[in-house]
């Protein structure tokens, strides 16, 4: 059975930083995209960044690229979101997704594309 462990939510102030940690486990289990999703009260889960197994070049949504970045270790099974700057904008319940096979650009962005995903790890940043 595959479970997805998020870490590292809290509440900051505006400007600080956060690194949010997602290990997956399971027998075998080698995803090969891993991505961060966002979900604030009353808005529709958003995309965030995604990193593929294969790729060297992260995709990230407009509103936080520049400030966040996503990184994996394979060897691990752990997948990173670094959060700089962040803004009040940025409060959210933030998860982790895997998917076991191939996605492209847009469809790594989905939610629909993921079939694994983590409880969710709160983001508070206070203004």
């Known amino acids: 059975q595959v479970q997805l462990v998020e870490s590292g939510g809290g509440l900051v102030q505006a400007g600080a930083s956060l690194r949010l940690s997602c290990a997956a486990s399971?027998?075998?289990?080698?995803?090969?995209?891993m991505g961060w999703f966002r979900q604030a009260p009353g808005k529709e889960r958003e995309f965030v960044a995604h990193i593929t197994k294969t790729s060297a070049i992260p995709v990230y949504a407009d509103s936080v690229k520049g400030r966040f970045t996503i990184s994996r270790d394979n060897a691990k099974n752990t997948v990173y979101l670094q959060m700089n700057s962040l803004k009040a904008e940025d409060t959210a319940a933030y998860y982790c997704a895997a998917r076991n096979s191939y996605c492209s650009s847009y469809e790594c962005s989905q939610t629909n594309y993921y079939e694994y995903w983590g409880q969710g790890t709160q983001v508070t940043v206070s203004s």
């Open positions: 399971g027998r075998t289990f080698s995803p090969y995209a």
